[in-house]
Nanobody, 124 residues
Framework: QVQLVESGGGLVQAGGSLRLSCAAS????????MGWFRQAPGKEREFVAV????????RYTDSVKGRFTISRDNAKNTVYLQMNSLKPEDTALYYC?????????????????WGQGTQVTVSS
């Protein structure tokens, strides 16, 4: 079972930036896609971004395109989410997730391990 630990969340003003990190245990990190999801209070968990095992394929939800960047360092077993130009509507608990396969998925069913989440709060 892969363990995922997120970090980097916090409180930031609108227009600011944060960089989330997700460290994964295990020796097969480079064998599967990794994704970020978020869940705001009273809302369902939603897809944010995903990166394939090699990093060659990336997908974003429309609301974060041009503002967020997902990346990974397979040597460090870590995936990142750089978030710029943050908006109050980005406020949520952000989860890192391990994909079931090499290729990226944009739905929760495509992931089989989840971190505990890191809170991002954007003030107006």
């Amino acid at each position: 079972q892969v363990q995922l630990v997120e970090s980097g969340g916090g409180l930031v003003q609108a227009g600011g930036s944060l960089r989330l990190s997700c460290a994964a245990s295990g020796r097969t990190f480079s064998s599967y896609a990794m994704g970020w999801f978020r869940q705001a209070p009273g809302k369902e968990r939603e897809f944010v971004a995903v990166i394939s095992a090699s990093g060659g394929t990336i997908r974003y939800t429309d609301s974060v395109k041009g503002r967020f960047t997902i990346s990974r360092d397979n040597a460090k077993n870590t995936v990142y989410l750089q978030m710029n130009s943050l908006k109050p509507e980005d406020t949520a608990l952000y989860y890192c997730a391990k994909g079931r396969v090499v290729l990226p998925s944009t739905i929760a069913a495509g992931f089989d391990s989840w971190g505990q989440g890191t809170q991002v709060t954007v003030s107006s």
